[in-house]
């Protein structure tokens, strides 16, 4: 097939090489691993905002995504074909799976005797020794509280058990609008309660059980590390990647500024959290929407903050991680300033993300191991 250059100019690549009908939200992994002065004329000329150079393989993914003519603005499809979209287009583009020690299939157990969550526990090759209890991170995937489980979040979940050499439980919350506000924050809370109880069985240190989560994910991440910091064994740290915390207030200068074309766009927030909280009649500054309404941050986990600088959920992710700060807490705030939301998603295909969740994964570590 022939791809034609913004300048005009045409390049030839088999159709093996490209699957023009899965190159929508991910791009074929063989364009991505071109030598970079072939993805450079592919992609245009360097794209620069707000101080920062978008970096060349997110640059790809986005040129390929508008060239296809599949941006597939999630308000404008239904939930349910987002969900099954979604969860094709990411496990496809995942790779083959990354070897770890043992992977298995849980059930949480709920207090309604008719419910139990999904979920898939992680346990690192290293253990040593092997008879002591292991710290473990419990794990929220993203996906705007409307689509993502634990396949669309396998890849990432591996590095962080390999790379970080830690226990990690994904975990599915019910999904909106099937179940709306406050369905996810509940199962997110109940999951981690469940993991404090299970901790034996587990072979997990319930002092050393961390929260984390992207996007929607990290959004239930910070509300669960808020409701459990006064139980009697709360969070040990919590992991706050690309964290959506703030619904109320629309002004922040990254939602101006990325608003559209940096593959999250600012009318899919506002259909994301529609889906959540319509017809609820939750305040949007109520804390388990938006975290960063608690009247209180004092004496919380220690926070490590992730944000990625070309995201309309920069800010809002940074003015927390800043609150947090003030509030007495130990944060540690990274901004990946070439890299766009969603980057977590994109490891399967793109060096660039790959390598910032493993340099995510190292930083994670001391959180995590109890000497941050």
Not at 200 to 209: A, F, M, S, W
Not at 353 to 359: L, Q, R, S
Request: aromatic share 8%.
């Amino acid at each position: 097939m022939f791809l034609l250059h913004p300048w005009g100019e045409s390049f030839y690549f088999p159709r093996c090489m490209i699957d023009i009908d899965k190159a929508g939200f991910h791009v074929g992994r063989a364009v991505l691993s071109l030598p970079k002065r072939w993805k450079r004329r592919i992609a245009g000329p360097e794209v620069h905002k707000d101080g920062a150079a978008l970096d060349l393989d997110m640059q790809l993914v986005l040129t390929l995504r508008d060239r296809v003519k599949r941006k597939a603005e999630s308000h404008r499809q239904s939930p349910a074909v987002l969900r099954a979209r979604m969860h094709h287009e990411i496990v496809e583009s995942s790779g083959p799976a990354l070897p770890v020690g043992v992977v298995r299939d849980v059930q949480i157990r709920l207090e309604d005797p008719e419910r139990s969550l999904s979920a898939r526990h992680y346990i690192p090759a290293k253990t040593t020794p092997s008879t002591d209890p292991r710290p473990l991170l419990v794990y929220y995937h993203g996906g705007g509280m409307v689509f993502g489980d634990v396949d669309t979040h396998d890849r990432a979940c591996r590095i962080f058990c390999a790379t970080a050499n830690v226990d990690v439980l994904s975990v599915e919350y019910r999904l909106a609008p099937d179940a709306k506000f406050p369905a996810a924050a509940d199962d997110a809370r109940a999951a981690f309660q469940w993991a404090v109880a299970e901790a034996e069985r587990l072979g997990v240190d319930p002092t050393k059980i961390s929260v984390a989560g992207d996007s929607a994910g990290g959004n239930l991440a910070a509300v669960v590390a808020q409701q459990a910091a006064a139980d009697r064994v709360p969070p040990a740290a919590q992991i706050l990647i690309y964290p959506a915390v703030d619904r109320a207030k629309h002004d922040y200068g990254s939602l101006e500024l990325f608003a559209e074309n940096f593959l999250l766009t600012r009318a899919e927030i506002g259909w994301y959290h529609e889906q959540y909280t319509a017809g609820t009649g939750v305040d949007d500054r109520d804390p388990r929407v938006s975290p960063m309404y608690a009247p209180s941050l004092e004496k919380l986990p220690a926070a490590l903050v992730i944000t990625a600088g070309f995201d309309p959920l920069r800010d809002e992710g940074e003015a927390y991680a800043n609150r947090l700060r003030d509030a007495g807490n130990h944060v540690v705030l990274h901004r990946f300033g070439g890299l766009i939301h969603g980057f977590l998603n994109l490891v399967g295909i793109s060096k660039s993300a790959e390598a910032a969740v493993e340099d995510l994964a190292r930083r994670m570590v001391p959180f995590l191991h109890g000497h941050s």
